[in-house]
Structures are given as structure tokens and as C-alpha cells.
């Protein structure tokens, strides 16, 4: 359990106006400022009261990890809440209405243990989930923040620390922690990597979000981030910009392509594709510079263009005829992968046709057949899907609104002029 005071800090209480408390807190204690642009992380922050049967009431800080339309969910540290079933929760957004919450998983017992309440809604509007960063590799020395109640300050106060490492598996930070930040998010880039558990000494001590994961897993909790929480662009390791594509399900057509460039929809019935789980696609087709670093890298053999025309061809211009496998290979060493068809088609849907490239069709990871969604495996493995405009698919003559919808299929091994592609990258699942 966290400690109630801090040796070696003289806590100075002056009856202040909040502003002028808060600007003496920050000479006082220049390691606690408060973060430009943590609004929307506090709003995923809450304030936690306790009381459990024969004590005194505490306060500890807890932080959403799911909102529903009728419900949160929120996790804390398991002794924040230990020993009282019905603990109340406060949003930053409503300062007047604490919730009554429902403790449904503790792990009591355990001074790392983890808990999970729900707050019956309606929720006030505006109240965030914030993102769980399970793939960051904490080398120490990192900056971070945390959010929490601590006695001596404002509630909410945004502190900050560094990251010194692992401790066995838990994360341990320098930073003044006090008891009120208990079951607080630790945060490194605006996302949780670990829930404040323990301080000892100087140190403060978090359990890490994977272990986290792992606990919502057993109480069968799905984190899911708000869209505002998650970074809607991104740069990829081989600094392709990169754009979010949220999961959900589209509408789309079956059309049949005839020789001459012609393509009609088949009527029947209503069909959709299903995206579950977020990813970013890149904004543009990987470029013949980007694919030049590869070849140099790598040792791999270029397109045919690439070696023979290297002065005259536009860098900043997709790179074409490449083969199946050459795309999977750039992908992999640009540590991502392929599109599937049905990624991609979504992509295309929510980016409004803006991904779309006239002059070039794309490969993806999918391999052809006839009928789209038949259960039966294609046979013939080297045919993949290619995807792009009608413009770049050679279709001049299209019955219907077709737009992004038209699929056709090329030979794995073999390139072309024209034929190029683009990566994805998946989105961390937070389970």
C-alpha cells in the first residue's frame, strides 16, 4: 500500500485561493507540473472513496479503460477499493454527482493486486477511455506522467518522473508518489504502461499494463480505447505516414468483371465485410525512394525500372512492378505486413476514395477466388487479389457505383507497370 507521506519533504498547508496553492506547490516541488494538453487524459482519470467496514475512509485514483453507452469500466489498485464493495467514483466532467460503482474483479490480498469497477451510466458525456501500451520496451530513463490525488495538491494533479526500469515485474519510477495516486494510470506518450501500486524508499512502483491485460482478460473486460485517445496518424519505422482505420463493418458489392473494361454489380443479396480489430494503413503507396532503401538494405533484386531508369524516376512516386512477394518482403522488413483484401476495401471506404491512386492498382495478402466468400480454400495459391480505382484497374465502363469495389486477381511471381502497393501496420490489442 502507498505510503501516506514522503520523508525528507516539508509539506507546507497555507489557506490559499487553489491557483495561488498550486503555483507555490510547483516552487516547492518543481518534479510536479502540470502537463500542457493532459485535459483529455484527465478525463479519463477518477477520483476513488472508500470505505471498508471499522475504517477511515481513503481516497485513490483509478482510471477508465472501457466506455459503453450505458456503463465504464474503471481500474484501480485492489487495496484502494479492498474491503468495500460499493466504493464511489467522481468524473473530472461532473464534480457535483459521485457514482456508486460495482467492484466486479479483485485481486485481494495481493499488495500488487489489480481491481475493476463498473459505473452505471448514463456516463457524463465527454468521459475517455485511455489506450493500454502493451509493445513499448521500457529500457529506463524515459520521461512519463502520472495523474492522482495527492493530499498536499489540487485533485487531478498531473505529476512527473522517470522511468528507472523493471523490478522483478513490476515497473519502478523516481518520482514522489503519494497515497492518493494509488491505482493511477502511468503513462509514457499519452498511454498506460502500468497502474501505480507501491512506493518504497524513493521509488514508486506500477504493475504493467500487459499483467493488466491479462487481468481484464479473466474478468472478461475488453478495453477499448476512445477514438479521441488513439492517434489518428502515425509515422511507420520506414517513415511512411500512416492513418488510422477503426474496425467495424461496411456495406459492399459483388461485380463481375467483363473482358474489354467492363464491370457491372450482381444484384442479390445485401452483402458487408467486417474489419475486428483496428490497424493504420499508409497514406500512400510505398514510393520508389522508400523501396530503394529496401533494395540497398536488404540485397534483393529491383524492379527492372528501378535499376534502369534510377535518375530519371520520380522518388516521391510509387514504386511499380514489383512482384507478391516482393511487397510481403519491403512490408515485413518495414515491420508490417500486407493488407488483406477486406482491410483494404475498408480503408478505401473510410478514407473516402482518398487512398486511392489512378495510375496504379494494389497487391494484398488475400488469395483469389471466384466467389468472395466461399468456405471452401482457393486451390490455385499463386493468384492474389489485386484492389484499386476503376481508373488504375483499366475499367472504363462501370454499371453502378463501383468505385473501390472492383477486385481482380494477378500472378504472385510476376510484376508489372502499374502494379504496386501499400503496407498496414495492426494497432496493439489491448487484451
Same mark, same amino acid.
Given at each position: 500500500?502507498?505510503?501516506?507521506s514522503?520523508?525528507?519533504?516539508?509539506?507546507?498547508?497555507?489557506?490559499?485561493?487553489?491557483?495561488?496553492?498550486?503555483?507555490?506547490?510547483t #516552487?516547492?516541488?518543481p518534479?510536479?507540473? @502540470?502537463?500542457?494538453?493532459?485535459?483529455?487524459?484527465?478525463?479519463?482519470?477518477?477520483?476513488?472513496?472508500?470505505?471498508?467496514?471499522?475504517?477511515?475512509?481513503?481516497?485513490?485514483?483509478?482510471?477508465?479503460?472501457?466506455?459503453?453507452k450505458?456503463?465504464?469500466?474503471?481500474?484501480?489498485?485492489?487495496h484502494?477499493?479492498?474491503?468495500?464493495?460499493?466504493?464511489?467514483?467522481?468524473?473530472?466532467?461532473?464534480?457535483?454527482?459521485?457514482?456508486?460503482?460495482?467492484?466486479?474483479?479483485i485481486?485481494g490480498?495481493?499488495?500488487?493486486?489489480?481491481?475493476?469497477?463498473?459505473?452505471?451510466?448514463p456516463?457524463?458525456?465527454?468521459?475517455?477511455?485511455?489506450? #493500454?501500451?502493451?509493445?513499448?520496451?521500457?529500457?529506463?530513463?524515459?520521461?512519463?506522467?502520472?495523474?492522482?490525488?495527492?493530499?498536499t495538491? /489540487?485533485p487531478?494533479?498531473?505529476?512527473?518522473?522517470?522511468?528507472?526500469?523493471?523490478?522483478?515485474?513490476? #515497473?519502478?519510477f523516481?518520482?514522489?508518489?503519494?497515497?492518493? $495516486?494509488?491505482?493511477? !494510470?502511468?503513462?509514457?506518450?499519452?498511454?498506460?504502461?502500468?497502474?501505480v501500486s507501491?512506493?518504497?524508499?524513493?521509488?514508486?512502483?506500477?504493475?504493467?499494463? &500487459?499483467?493488466?491485460?491479462?487481468a @481484464?482478460?479473466?474478468w $472478461?473486460?475488453? !478495453?477499448?480505447?476512445? %477514438? &479521441?485517445?488513439?492517434?489518428?496518424?502515425k509515422?511507420?519505422?520506414?517513415?511512411m505516414p500512416?492513418?488510422?482505420?477503426?474496425?467495424?463493418r461496411?456495406?459492399?458489392?459483388?461485380?463481375?468483371?467483363?473482358?474489354?473494361g467492363?464491370?457491372?454489380?450482381?444484384?442479390?443479396?445485401?452483402?458487408?465485410l *467486417?474489419?475486428? %480489430?483496428?490497424?493504420?494503413?499508409?497514406?500512400?503507396?510505398?514510393?520508389?525512394?522508400?523501396?530503394?532503401?529496401?533494395?540497398?538494405?536488404?540485397?534483393? =533484386?529491383?524492379?527492372?525500372?528501378?535499376?534502369?531508369?534510377?535518375? &530519371?524516376?520520380?522518388?516521391?512516386?510509387? +514504386?511499380?512492378?514489383?512482384?507478391? $512477394?516482393?511487397?510481403?518482403?519491403?512490408c515485413?522488413?518495414?515491420?508490417?505486413?500486407l /493488407? =488483406?483484401?477486406?482491410?483494404?476495401?475498408k480503408?478505401? *471506404?473510410?478514407?473516402q476514395g482518398?487512398?486511392?491512386?489512378?495510375?496504379?492498382?494494389?497487391?494484398?495478402? =488475400?488469395?483469389y477466388?471466384?466467389?468472395?466468400?466461399? !468456405?471452401?480454400?482457393?486451390?490455385?495459391?499463386?493468384?492474389?487479389?489485386?484492389?484499386?480505382?476503376?481508373?488504375?484497374?483499366?475499367i472504363?465502363?462501370? +454499371?453502378?457505383?463501383?468505385?473501390y469495389?472492383?477486385?481482380?486477381?494477378?500472378?504472385?511471381?510476376?510484376?508489372?507497370?502499374?502494379?504496386?502497393?501499400?503496407? +498496414?501496420?495492426d494497432? !496493439?490489442?489491448?487484451?
Amino acid at each position: 500500500m502507498l505510503k501516506k507521506s514522503v520523508s525528507g519533504i516539508l509539506v507546507v498547508r497555507i489557506a490559499f485561493h487553489s491557483v495561488a496553492f498550486y503555483l507555490l506547490s510547483t #516552487l516547492l516541488f518543481p518534479h510536479l507540473l @502540470l502537463s500542457q494538453g493532459s485535459g483529455d487524459l484527465k478525463r479519463g482519470v477518477v477520483k476513488i472513496t472508500a470505505q471498508a467496514e471499522g475504517q477511515q475512509s481513503k481516497v485513490g485514483t483509478g482510471f477508465v479503460v472501457r466506455v459503453d453507452k450505458d456503463a465504464a469500466y474503471i481500474v484501480t489498485a485492489a487495496h484502494v477499493v479492498e474491503g468495500d464493495p460499493k466504493p464511489t467514483v467522481t468524473f473530472i466532467l461532473n464534480l457535483q454527482q459521485p457514482f456508486v460503482a460495482q467492484v466486479v474483479g479483485i485481486e485481494g490480498g495481493d499488495p500488487q493486486g489489480l481491481a475493476t469497477l463498473r459505473v452505471a451510466g448514463p456516463i457524463p458525456d465527454g468521459v475517455v477511455a485511455l489506450p #493500454l501500451d502493451l509493445t513499448t520496451k521500457v529500457v529506463g530513463g524515459e520521461a512519463l506522467t502520472f495523474i492522482g490525488f495527492p493530499r498536499t495538491l /489540487p485533485p487531478w494533479t498531473v505529476s512527473t518522473g522517470s522511468l528507472s526500469g523493471m523490478n522483478g515485474p513490476t #515497473l519502478a519510477f523516481q518520482a514522489l508518489v503519494e497515497e492518493g $495516486h494509488s491505482g493511477g !494510470p502511468l503513462l509514457l506518450n499519452g498511454q498506460v504502461i502500468g497502474v501505480v501500486s507501491d512506493t518504497r524508499g524513493r521509488l514508486g512502483y506500477a504493475v504493467p499494463a &500487459s499483467i493488466l491485460a491479462v487481468a @481484464l482478460n479473466g474478468w $472478461h473486460i475488453e !478495453p477499448r480505447a476512445s %477514438d &479521441s485517445m488513439v492517434p489518428q496518424e502515425k509515422i511507420g519505422v520506414d517513415g511512411m505516414p500512416m492513418v488510422l482505420i477503426r474496425s467495424g463493418r461496411i456495406p459492399t458489392k459483388m461485380v463481375e468483371v467483363f473482358i474489354g473494361g467492363r464491370a457491372e454489380e450482381v444484384q442479390g443479396t445485401a452483402r458487408s465485410l *467486417h474489419l475486428a %480489430d483496428d490497424l493504420y494503413v499508409e497514406k500512400t503507396l510505398v514510393t520508389n525512394a522508400r523501396y530503394r532503401r529496401f533494395v540497398e538494405s536488404s540485397g534483393v =533484386t529491383p524492379p527492372p525500372d528501378l535499376m534502369e531508369q534510377s535518375t &530519371s524516376l520520380d522518388p516521391n512516386g510509387p +514504386v511499380q512492378d514489383v512482384t507478391w $512477394h516482393d511487397a510481403v518482403a519491403y512490408c515485413r522488413w518495414a515491420r508490417k505486413r500486407l /493488407p =488483406t483484401e477486406d482491410e483494404w476495401e475498408k480503408a478505401a *471506404h473510410d478514407a473516402q476514395g482518398r487512398i486511392l491512386n489512378d495510375q496504379v492498382y494494389e497487391w494484398t495478402a =488475400t488469395t483469389y477466388q471466384e466467389a468472395r466468400w466461399s !468456405p471452401t480454400p482457393p486451390k490455385d495459391q499463386t493468384r492474389k487479389v489485386i484492389r484499386g480505382s476503376l481508373q488504375a484497374l483499366g475499367i472504363h465502363d462501370a +454499371v453502378g457505383d463501383l468505385d473501390y469495389q472492383v477486385r481482380m486477381f494477378a500472378l504472385a511471381d510476376e510484376g508489372a507497370t502499374g502494379r504496386g502497393f501499400r503496407c +498496414v501496420q495492426d494497432v !496493439p490489442n489491448e487484451r
